[in-house]
């Protein structure tokens, strides 16, 4: 019923701005991202993280670490929700609660070195700009697994009142964008602001000078004794 309405309203459909020929895409974060200069925000590389990482370690101990990750609730514009198996699902796929406690559980590991993983908006058509080939070709590059033509939840609510308790996602089957009740299944695709990159390493040479120093000032103090 909830995937009839989806499709219903897809009649109001909001237009898809492409990425401009100056934006460049790029790994970073060793591969966990990929950074789009043209909207200055880096993408999880993978556009169904939270599918691969229920295979990965096993859809229970994902999911039980995602509710627990938000004390169980997420807080909504319209109060509050309680966290429940029945927002995820086993293939990368959660309604809108669900997608927003995975944003939050990726904020709390730190996931790519970031603490600033969010959903995206509706009004800079983030997802279109993801999917529209590109000259640095994010819909067809090697920098994105998973790309599914499947919705993904952006974070904008919708307010129409004739159509409450729903939100807008992107769908790559129209190329477009369109709103759904919030219980519908999508999947998510969670980006960060500007670059996320990773931590700088200290130079080994670095560390042993640091040693030395450490060793000589110790020695000093066995001699002063």
Known sequence: MQHGKALLATALLLSVN??????????????????????????????????????????TSVINAIIQANN??????????DLVDADFNVNGTADWWGAQAFVGYLNSIVYGNSDQWVLPTNTVTLYGQAYNATPSGISSSILVANRSDSG?????????????????????????QSYATMDHQYLVWAISPGVVAAPVPVPAAIWLFSSVLLGIGLIGKRRAA
């Open 18 to 59: 492409t990425i401009t020929a100056q934006a460049t895409v790029t790994a970073v974060d060793n591969g966990l991202g990929i950074y789009e200069s043209g909207t200055n925000v880096t993408w999880t590389s993978d556009a169904n993280l939270l599918g691969t990482l229920e295979t990965n370690q096993g859809y």
């Open 72 to 81: 169980r609730v997420v807080q909504t514009i319209n109060g509050t929700h």
């Open 152 to 176: 993904y939840w952006s974070s904008t609510v919708s307010n129409y009142s004739f159509y409450p308790n729903s939100a807008w996602a992107f769908t790559g089957w129209f190329n477009s």
